[in-house]
C-alpha cells in the first residue's frame, strides 16, 4: 500500500478499521480528484448542447408539422 494503490478484496475492506477505510477512500479520491471534475465539466457542457439540440429539433418539427397540416389540407 506504500505507492497508493489498493488491491483489497470486500473482506479486507470490510475487517479494517473505519479510520482505514476512510483514508483509503480519502486518498482514492484525491487521486483521482482532477480527472473526475474534468468528466463532470465535460458532462455539464453536453447538457448544454443536449438541450440546445432538443430544441431546435422541437422547433424544426414545428414548422414541418404546420407546413404538413398545409399542403394535406386538414
Known amino acids: 500500500m ?3 494503490e489498493y488491491e483489497i ?4 475492506f470490510k475487517a479494517m478499521k473505519v479510520e ?3 483514508w ?3 486518498t482514492t479520491f484525491n ?3 482532477d480527472h473526475t471534475n474534468k468528466r ?3 458532462l455539464e457542457k453536453r447538457k448544454k448542447v443536449d438541450t440546445a439540440v432538443a ?3 422541437g422547433f424544426v418539427g414545428g414548422i414541418v408539422a404546420v407546413i ?3 399542403i394535406i389540407g386538414q
Do not use: A
Open 24 to 26: 483509503m477512500m480519502f
Open 20 to 22: 482505514e477505510r476512510q
Open 55 to 57: 430544441g431546435i429539433g
Open 9 to 12: 478484496t470486500e473482506e479486507t
Open 2 to 4: 506504500s505507492n497508493g
Open 40 to 42: 463532470i465539466v465535460k
Open 68 to 70: 404538413m397540416k398545409k
Open 31 to 33: 487521486k483521482y480528484r
